[in-house]
């Protein structure tokens, strides 16, 4: 396979040959590099790379060429290769026309000029850049294939895992696909065996299901020691924050998280508010380079579901799903929300065969060219929203209140007032699902009564529950079934009987002593992901206090 491409864009031939160094000497080695002088030169070029199938890693160009700015090249550049990284060299004059950029021409970052050292100004741009270029670049396939069927939910189940762990796989739908049918007579299989995934090897797992699939994918599943200072059950934003600090900082942490890292966030196809990413960033790849980074230092992760948590003393024993334990110090509630499901007709069999809880971004290409309803006012089903018109005819948001302006951020209400294909109907709701082997149709209710409407995707964000049905009743919870931390453990002034320690509980600790409640998860707690990142970072220096007291 060729070797991706980095391209330089400078009209300036000294500048243009600096850049070309710079990246050759760093990248050399895994990257081809091309150059061009003028904006008009680059397109051509990459005219040619694309008619050749050749990769693009990355676009570099300067903002002052004649005949055609940086900008309006990087415009041009979007149509040919949109994955590829987008970087605007400016002068400290332009940088209000690189501000504008972002969102003009979606660039991904802009660099003002000089920028020696390389190794302190350029590299460490350049290099987080092609990392998520590489984590979303998908070569010409080798890896696993799954056959299933778009209208199942264990195989919408076995494609969301394996996206959002970042393992490549090919989906091949056994009613459409040509391939998908000879391989089925192949390996002789039926349609109840399904979803199958075939691996690079020539084996097969017929009848497929996440927790079979973690081991054989290669993720770990039993951890590797039976004591850890700390035990993080969760891993969001929160979770992953905790994992990063509790890490760096020495603690022997091991996070458990039974789908993938990013938790309900990982799921979210852009962020734009998040401190440090002026472009955005996908919830996935979030999760990944905090998976990353907490790894780096040390964390561990294991892909595995909590199902209980003990009490022994001074020990807190985490019961997993496959009848191992593990103990820790100090416990961290990370495990966040998940969406309430549709309460109405139709809704309980048609999930995952048309209704999706949650962005389900696996199953936005199945949906081009279709109807798309979402269900939701929130931060959350305006990004889905988003995210689906980029495939589908329309996108249609039912919201029972009467706008959006109490419930979401004004930056997301202004994208959608102003993407074409999305329908904004309130006072609305959905009253029943209609369909037998797959969503077919939606009962609505609205200002003007009662209607039906054909649909065949319906992606529901209506508020979040925790799922703490395992934890023992000695971890307090309110009445919705959040975990109660810190001052909010006082009723009328007075800690409860069970508290027996000599000090009051910190910020974020639980009627137990040494178990946190962190994110989502913790009753008041700001359903935003940096508030779930801030809360990770410091219950850990809370932990630190906790287990100075050994």
């Known amino acids: ?173 056994a009613a459409t696909n040509e391939e998908a049918s000879r391989l089925l007579a192949e390996k002789n299989l039926t349609l109840e065996q399904l979803p199958a995934v075939l691996f690079a090897d020539g084996s097969l797992l017929a009848d497929a299901d996440p927790d079979t699939l973690a081991v054989r994918v290669g993720l770990r599943t039993q951890a590797t020691q039976e004591f850890y200072d700390m035990v993080v059950i969760g891993g969001g934003p929160a979770g992953l924050a905790a994992a990063v600090y509790g890490a760096s900082e020495g603690l022997k942490t091991l996070v458990i998280e039974p789908e993938a890292p990013g938790g309900q966030a990982g799921s979210t196809s852009r962020i734009e508010n998040y401190l440090g990413f002026p472009s955005g960033i996908t919830g996935a790849d979030l999760g990944r380079r905090a998976h990353a980074q907490a790894a780096r230092f040390g964390a561990e992760f294991l892909t595995q579901r909590a199902v209980g948590l003990r009490i022994d003393g001074q020990y807190r024993f985490v019961q997993l799903a496959d009848g191992r334990e593990v103990s820790s110090h100090v416990v961290l509630l990370a495990i966040g929300v998940q969406y309430r499901k549709l309460d109405l007709p139709g809704a309980a069999h048609l999930t995952g065969c048309g209704i999706y809880y949650g962005a389900a971004l696996v199953e936005a290409a199945s949906c081009k060219d279709e109807d798309v309803y979402v269900v939701g006012g929130a931060n959350s089903a305006g990004q889905a929203a988003l995210h689906f018109a980029k495939f589908a005819r329309k996108v249609t948001m039912l919201v029972r209140g009467p706008g959006l302006s109490a419930t979401m951020s004004k930056y997301l209400i202004d994208e959608i007032a102003h993407t074409s294909n999305i329908v904004l109907e309130t006072g609305t709701q959905v009253i029943a699902a209609e369909g037998r082997a797959h969503l077919e149709a939606l009962k609505l209710r609205g200002p003007d009564g009662e209607r039906k409407v054909p649909a065949t995707s319906l992606f529901v964000f209506i508020g979040a529950e925790p799922g703490v049905q395992w934890l023992p009743p000695s971890i307090l919870r309110d009445e919705k079934g959040f975990v109660l931390a810190g001052p909010d453990l006082k009723h009328d002034g007075r800690l409860p009987e069970s508290w027996q320690e000599p000090r009051e509980p910190f910020l974020l600790e639980s009627s137990v002593p040494g178990v946190f409640a962190v994110g989502d998860v913790r009753h008041g707690s700001v359903k935003r992901v940096a508030s779930a990142v801030g809360e990770g970072s410091i219950a850990v220096q809370f932990a630190h206090q906790y287990l100075a007291g050994f």
């Open 1 to 173: 396979m060729a070797r991706p491409i980095l391209l330089a864009v400078d009209d300036d031939v000294n500048v243009l040959e600096a850049v070309v160094q710079d990246l050759r000497r760093q990248y050399g080695a895994e990257y081809r590099i091309l150059r061009a002088a003028s904006g008009q030169a680059a397109l051509d070029t990459l005219v040619q790379v694309k008619s050749r199938q050749e990769p693009v890693a990355l676009i570099v160009s300067d903002q002052r060429m004649p005949g055609m700015t940086g900008v309006d090249f990087l415009e041009h550049a979007r149509e040919l290769y949109p994955e590829a990284r987008r970087v605007l060299l400016t002068a400290y004059a332009d940088t209000e026309a690189a501000i504008q950029a972002i969102n003009s021409a979606r660039i991904h970052y802009y660099l003002n000029k000089p920028w020696d050292p390389p190794e302190d100004k350029l590299y460490p741009v350049l290099s987080d850049l092609l990392d998520d270029w590489k984590a979303g670049y998908r070569p010409p396939f080798e890896g696993l294939r799954v056959l299933g069927s778009r209208w199942s939910l264990k195989d919408h189940q076995v494609r969301n895992f394996l996206s959002r762990n970042h393992v490549p796989y090919r989906w091949l739908d």
